[in-house]
């Protein structure tokens, strides 16, 4: 069955600190990975995906992934966390099978300290 | 380029009435569409996906329906809500099912008292 775990429900970092939030996978196929972010009372945006390639993605606002097949990872960093990047971060996974549906994981609330 | 809208933005209702919340694409032709329910500080729970017009799949047997009368229209619709219909409904589309990138619309935020 396809799933996505997120195992932290909410992180604390520093401004200016490095942020790693971890996501992992299972399915059953080539899996197509996503990351997504949510502000208060917002809809999702897109922050980057990987469906096949160098498995090191980069995406918007500076941040980026990295899948890793062995692990069923595919964890979101960041070098330098903004006080702006305090939201809500969703990992999600789809492919083409399991009627070609997108799991979400539960999200990781992320908060920043000044 | 495309856009999708979400309305009401905010609906407070009262148990048992009635529910129609209306979600509209433009720019695109024949898109999947889904229907998602956030609970507070849970994540997104599928609740109805279309891949065409009058198509609908329910991913939870709820007291909920959605309909697509045209082919950027999709509605969530109730007959009676219940206390446990509150959350933050969000409306997405995509090109593809599955393996492409989904389109959020604002959200609509439903209390039900």
């Known amino acids: 069955a396809q799933s996505v775990t997120q195992p932290d429900i909410h992180i604390t970092v520093s401004e200016g600190a490095s942020l790693e939030l971890r996501c992992n996978y299972s399915y059953g196929a080539t899996p197509y990975l996503f990351w997504y972010v949510q502000s208060p009372g917002q809809g999702l945006q897109l922050l980057l995906k990987y469906f096949s390639g160098d498995t090191l993605v980069q995406g918007i606002k500076g941040f980026e992934a990295e899948f890793k097949r062995s692990q069923s990872s595919f964890n979101l960093r960041k070098p330098s966390v903004h006080w702006s990047d305090a939201a809500e971060y969703f990992c999600a996974v789809g492919g083409n099978t399991g009627g070609f549906k997108t799991i979400f994981g539960a999200g990781t609330r992320l908060f920043v300290k000044a | 380029s495309q856009t999708i809208h979400q309305w009401p933005a905010t609906l407070v209702q009262p148990v048992g009435s009635p529910l129609s919340l209306e979600c509209t694409v433009e720019?695109?032709?024949?898109?999947?569409l889904y229907w998602y329910r956030q609970a507070a500080g849970r994540g997104l729970q599928l609740l109805f996906y279309s891949v065409g017009i009058g198509q609908i799949s329910s991913e939870v047997p709820q007291n909920l329906s959605a309909s697509r009368p045209q082919d950027r229209q999709f509605i969530l619709s109730s007959k009676k809500l219940l206390l446990s219909d509150s959350g933050f409904y969000l409306c997405?589309?995509?090109?593809?099912?599955?393996?492409?990138?989904?389109?959020f619309g604002p959200g609509t935020r439903l209390t039900v008292l």
């Open positions: 720019g695109t032709s024949n898109p999947n």
């Open positions: 997405a589309w995509s090109e593809l099912a599955g393996i492409d990138t989904q389109y």
